[in-house]
Structures are given as C-alpha cells and as structure tokens.
C-alpha cells in the first residue's frame, strides 16, 4: 500500500512540472529571489546542494534546476560544476529588473538602494520629459491624459490607480522616440510602483501627488522642454522625500 502511494505521490508530482511547471518554477524563484534580497544568503554564500534544496523546497530537481537559471539571467548567482550555486556580489545584480525590484520592496528595501534607484531617476525621468516636450504626437497627449484620468478616479491606493501612474511614466518614454530610453520602460514603471505601494503600507500617503503629474503633463503639452524637465526633477524629488517619511513610519511601527 505504501509502494502504491509513493507511486501515486510520484505521478502527482510529474504532472505538477509538466502541467503548471512555470508556476511551479516561478514559485521557487521567488522563494530564492527574495531570500537573496532579504538578506538571508548574503553575497558569496553557496546555496545548498542541489538534492538538498530541492527536497527542502518540496519540488523537483528540474523545477529548482531552471529557477537558478532563471536567477542566473538576473544577476543574482551563478553556478559552477563542483562549486555549487554561489550568490554573487551586489554590483553584479539586475537590480532594474522588475521581479529584483518586487523582491527589493517585499520587506523594508535599503535606504542605500532607494536613494540610487531615485538618483537614476532623477537622471533619466527628467531628460526623457523634455524629449516628449519635443517629439510627442497626440497619440502620446492622449495616453498622459487617459492615465492621469485613471490615476484620479481609482486614486493610488489601488492597483488599478498604479497602474494608471505606471502608464503615465511609460508614455512619457514611449514619447521620447529614443530607443535605449524606451529599454528602461518596465524598470521605471516598477520602480514608480513599487515606491508608491511601499508609502501606503502602514499609512495614506503624506500628499497627493496627482498635481505633481498633472504639471510634467502640461509642460509636455505645450511643448516646453525645459518646464517639462524641471517639474519632473521636482516630481521625482517629492516622490523621494515621501518615501523617506514612509521608510521612517515603517520603523516606528517595528515593520
């Protein structure tokens, strides 16, 4: 009876890699992801053996096998024959990466690494504004507007409502016509999101940063580069000063 139940458990486990195996991996990669970003391996820790993890993780060998890999294309470790999997050094991780940055903010993120993702912000957001000042079409109005109309009827407190703000920083760059600015669409956007979820965790956000949006979007309707830049430098300089109120209110609350 036992041989007929592992058999069974067997046979429930293939048809768990083969039928929904890309949850199933995606599931491990998370685990991993965010036990790499949380801190609990630390860069030049080896993860446990192959066999070993894949029986602590309850899946199989396979599934933990292409969800290395899967951290591997991010940047996170690497994997060498004898040596095992190895978490490489922070510099090396695709911290731009939409899944590294959901794995970043699942709990309390650095203040180091927040201060450099506004930073890299601060550079890219408001040069890509004055490019859409001048190169965008009403395609492009009409996509800031939609956003900005979605961002105040469902508010930021809701997904929907961040997703309207993602699509406002993506039109904006969708409006630049430069390619290698449009590359940074699905980083920026995740970046925009997650900072704006982390500010609501433990209160409403300090402000309402609607009209911050509203001002980048006018200057870019005009056609005014330089207006356009600098109320993107101010909006991306607000964004930042709430979210340091916000990292200080998570501490107090012993988040």
Do not use: C
Request: charged share 25%; proline share 4%; hydrophobic share 45%.
């Amino acid at each position: 009876m036992a041989e007929k139940d592992n058999r069974i458990g067997n046979v429930k486990a293939a048809n768990m890699v083969r039928g929904p195996g890309r949850r199933l991996r995606g599931a491990v990669v998370h685990k991993l992801g965010l036990a790499i970003l949380s801190g609990k391996f630390a860069p030049g820790d080896t993860l446990s053996g192959e066999v070993a993890f894949a029986e602590e993780l309850d899946v199989s060998r396979s599934a933990y096998r292409e969800a290395v890999q899967v951290l591997t294309a991010k940047g996170l470790v690497e994997s060498r024959p004898k040596a095992g999997t190895r978490v490489l050094p922070r510099g090396r991780w695709n911290l731009l990466d939409p899944d590294v940055l959901a794995w970043a903010f699942a709990s309390e993120p650095d203040i180091d690494f927040v201060r450099n993702l506004f930073e890299l912000r601060a550079i890219v957001e408001p040069a890509a504004a004055s490019l859409a000042a001048q190169r965008r079409d009403r395609s492009d109005l009409k996509a800031m507007n939609d956003a900005l109309i979605s961002m105040r009827r469902d508010t930021l407190v809701t997904e929907a409502g961040r997703a309207a703000d993602r699509d406002f920083h993506t039109a904006i760059l969708q409006a630049t016509r430069n390619d290698a600015l449009m590359v940074l669409t699905a980083s920026i956007g995740a970046a925009v999101n997650w900072t704006t979820q982390f500010k609501q965790r433990q209160r409403a956000l300090p402000r309402d940063p609607i009209p911050d949006h509203v001002r980048v979007y006018d200057a870019i309707a005009a056609g005014d580069p330089a207006a356009a830049s600098e109320a993107m430098s101010i909006l991306v300089e607000l964004a930042l000063d709430d979210t340091h109120t916000s990292m200080k209110a998570w501490r107090s609350y012993g988040g």
